[in-house]
């Protein structure tokens, strides 16, 4: 005998049934939840990599594969435990097919339960420790490694006739990675650290340090500091005398970040480093993105934080396609592994084996053009791997 309620029932069943029939009719939208730090002191990061999400999707539309994208924006003040929450929130309640963002290593580390659990992929478009893409079969990065940009720096330095140097890096993940991956290939290629100074993330102070610099004589001073804090480092550096001393500043380019550049003035001049994104590379693609990036955000120049943005959103859009559209989280990230493409910063690929990005690291020294300072490329290391996972794997 068939009831009223469990005619209703088997109808609302029915109905659910044919419209998951209906390709795509449930998933018309894929939708991307970015975290960022939009507050707070490394809110420049957070700007600069939803900058580059848009700029991607106002030049490449937001439609892929039949889908229309979805993009929700979410300020997580640096805080981890905050990311946590809102990558939870955005899961369960507005059901984002994937994740992205993560200012800083710490940020990106606390999704791993979430995704881990939700099975769907978190795009690393800022942070740069190396481990992170080891912590969940689901991260994958789109922005670059600490050892990737520090190795070249090392290579360079000892090829340059560098002999002593000093190291000081922020005292965590990304800072740790460029330490220890600076000092392998400079020691490894007869060059001899005279002292590793490590300085904390939060309001480093780094007048002290730079004066045990300064006392120590090295021929240069290698650094990291993430991307918002080289312009105090700079005015420091240059209070200190250290370049009237004749001590070289070599760093990764989160340093002399192209966002901050013009604000740190002619101390900057000079400074040699090595990183995968300047906003004067010369290519056709930047100089697309460029033009676009500053027409839509009042002049703002792109820095490498936004290529991040920028390829994290080709990335998704990418997999969408060659999935035809399917959005579950296991279809996407299988169809993220192995992708290549011309980014704004030249080729790129991401590991199928590691899902961590392979691109190619340039030298570039500071320099004036047209009354701007600019990240001027000299040389480059082409399709660099991660070496920290290369040599995991033994190649
Ligand atoms: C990190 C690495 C953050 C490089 C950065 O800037 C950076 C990180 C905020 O992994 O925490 O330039």
Known sequence: MITRRSFVAASAGLAMSALA????????????????????????????????????????????????????VRDDASTADQTRRIAQELVVNEGVNVLGGFGL??????????????????????????SITEQSDYYVRSSFTLPQASVPVGTWAAENGLKRVVTLVSDYGPGIDAETWFTKEFTAKGGEIVE???????????????????????DAIFVFLPSGVGSLFMKQFADRGLAEAGIKLIATGD??????????????????????????????ENKAYVEAFKSAHNGMRPNFMSVGGYDGMHLIYAALEKTGGDATGEALIEAMKGLSWTSPRGPITIDPQTRDIVQ?????????????????EFATYEAVKDPAKAEASGQ
């Open 360 to 376: 190619n690291i340039y030298m570039r020294e500071v320099k004036e053009a047209d009354g701007e300072l600019y990240n001027v």
């Open 21 to 72: 029939a209906i390709p795509g009719h449930a998933q018309e939208t894929v939708k991307v939840g970015l975290i960022l730090p939009m507050t707070g002191p490394f809110a420049s990061t957070g700007r600069q990599v939803e900058a580059g999400v848009r700029t991607y999707m106002a030049m490449h539309g937001d439609t892929v594969a039949g889908k229309k994208i979805e993009l929700v």
């Open 105 to 130: 290593t710490p940020l990106a580390l606390a999704v791993a339960p979430v995704i881990n659990q939700a099975k769907i992929p978190a795009v690393v478009m800022a942070a740069a420790t190396s």
């Open 255 to 284: 340093v002399t970040d192209d966002d901050l550049l013009n604000d740190m003035g002619q101390p900057a001049l000079g400074a040699i480093t090595g990183h995968h994104y300047s906003a004067a590379h010369d290519s056709p």
């Open 196 to 218: 590793a100074v490590r300085v904390p993330l939060q309001n480093p102070d780094f007048a002290p340090y730079l004066q045990r610099v300064r006392d120590a004589d090295p």
